[in-house]
Nanobody
Framework: QVQLVESGGGLVQAGGSLRLSCAASGFRFSIFDMNWYRQAPGKERELVAVITRAGGRLNYADSVKGRFTISRDDAKNTVYLQMNSLKPEDTAVYYC?????????WGKGTLVTVSS
């Protein structure tokens, strides 16, 4: 069955770095656009980063530009989010999302907590 499993979250001090991973299975990963979303307590889920299939296009939320980098390894069916210069406002549950036409899959999320 379809699975997206995020990992790499945790507690980090402001200014630190984390690398999130999302391992995909059960679908043809390489043809999907892959996204990272996040949801902070009491806030709506927001799109953080996008990487289209074959890595053809990258997009970032303004709040993370220059600090976060999305990448994918189609051989490993995995998408990554490298997060540098973390800020307390980056604290959220981070979700992996896969999209292809009407197909839309979600992981269960990984918690990132940035202390000041």
């Amino acid at each position: 069955q379809v699975q997206l499993v995020e990992s790499g979250g945790g507690l980090v001090q402001a200014g630190g770095s984390l690398r999130l991973s999302c391992a995909a299975s059960g679908f043809r990963f390489s043809i999907f656009d892959m996204n990272w979303y996040r949801q902070a307590p009491g806030k709506e889920r927001e799109l953080v980063a996008v990487i289209t299939r074959a890595g053809g296009r990258l997009n970032y939320a303004d709040s993370v530009k220059g600090r976060f980098t999305i990448s994918r390894d189609d051989a490993k069916n995995t998408v990554y989010l490298q997060m540098n210069s973390l800020k307390p406002e980056d604290t959220a549950v981070y979700y992996c999302n896969a999209v292809f036409l009407s197909l839309n899959y979600w992981g269960k999320g990984t918690l990132v907590t940035v202390s000041s």
